[in-house]
C-alpha cells in the first residue's frame, strides 16, 4: 500500500491549506485513516483521525479550525487547516490501517511552514 501526501507549502498566519492523502495498491479495505503532525524536535502527535465512517476526532489543539474528511470512493483522506498559527507548522502525515492483515501503513509527510 502506498499512501501520498501533498497539499503543504508556506501560508501566513491565518491562512488555509489542504491537505490530501491517496492511498493505492491496497488489496484489503482500509478502515480510519488519520493525520499526524511532527514538529521539530517535538515527537509526533495525532491531529485528527476519521473512521471507515463518519466519526472523526481531533486534537485539542486545532478543534475548530481542522477538518478531515474522506472520499471512500478514492481511497483519499483529507485535511482542510484554517485559521492556521506558526505551532501549526510541522511535517503532517497521513496513515492508514487495514485491520485484515493487522497494518498501519503511513506516507511520506508534507511539510507546513505558518510564518508568523
Known amino acids: 500500500v502506498q499512501l501520498q501526501a501533498s497539499g503543504g507549502g508556506l501560508v501566513q498566519t491565518g491562512g488555509s491549506l489542504r491537505l490530501s492523502c491517496a492511498a493505492s495498491?491496497?488489496?484489503?479495505?482500509?478502515?480510519?485513516m488519520s493525520w499526524y503532525r511532527q514538529a521539530p524536535g517535538k515527537q509526533r502527535e495525532l491531529v485528527a483521525g476519521?473512521?471507515?465512517?463518519?466519526?472523526?476526532i481531533y486534537a485539542d489543539s486545532v478543534k475548530g479550525r481542522f477538518t478531515i474528511s474522506r472520499d471512500k470512493a478514492k481511497n483519499t483522506v483529507y485535511l482542510q487547516m484554517n485559521s492556521l498559527k506558526p505551532e501549526d507548522t510541522a511535517v503532517y502525515y497521513c496513515?492508514?490501517?487495514?485491520?485484515?492483515?493487522?497494518?498501519?501503513?503511513w506516507g511520506q509527510g508534507t511539510k507546513v511552514t505558518v510564518s508568523s
Open positions: 496513515n492508514a490501517e487495514i485491520p485484515a492483515i493487522a497494518t498501519i501503513y
Open positions: 495498491g491496497n488489496k484489503y479495505t482500509i478502515s480510519a
Open positions: 476519521i473512521t471507515s465512517g463518519t466519526r472523526s
